[in-house]
């Protein structure tokens, strides 16, 4: 019983340093930084630098780890998906008309992702940046 639990404490001991090394996307207001709420930082868990930073041409509303990168969705109407490793544009989707902001992140369903301008307007979005559908 004790090698079980010794083998079951040393793989999570390793799952979580390799989660460690990961970049999180954190948004942060920060002193000096203009429109700060327009940033989306890649922080290295392990030690907590910035790796990367994105700027977005209106706020960001969130940013979600999701399969394939960071899905950041923006008061801009688009939606974006960024490599995690050096925060590029992987691509974007316009989603929104005039003031149909990209908030909030609803969640993964299979393997798409579902996002809504609250409440108003459903959007349901591949990992290859395509419109599902829509619900008004």
């Known amino acids: 019983m004790n090698r079980i639990m010794s083998a079951a404490v040393t793989l999570a001991l390793l ?10 996307p954190v948004q942060l207001d920060r002193k000096g930084v203009k429109n700060s709420d327009q940033v989306v930082y890649g922080v290295d868990f392990r030690t907590g630098n910035v790796a990367w930073e ?3 041409p209106r706020e960001a509303n969130f940013a ?18 960024l490599d995690a490793g050096n925060g590029e544009v992987k691509w974007s989707l316009q989603l929104g008309g005039k003031d ?8 993964t369903f299979g393997n798409d992702w579902l996002v809504s301008y609250h409440n108003n307007v459903y959007w349901l979005v591949s990992p290859e940046g395509k419109q599902i559908w829509t619900l008004r």
Do not use: M
């Open 15 to 24: 799952a979580t340093a390799s989660l460690a090394a990961d970049i999180v």
């Open 54 to 56: 994105r700027r977005f």
């Open 64 to 81: 979600k780890v999701v399969e394939g990168g960071i899905l950041v969705g923006c008061d801009d109407g688009a939606l974006y998906l």
């Open 100 to 107: 149909e902001k990209v908030n909030p992140f609803h969640g």
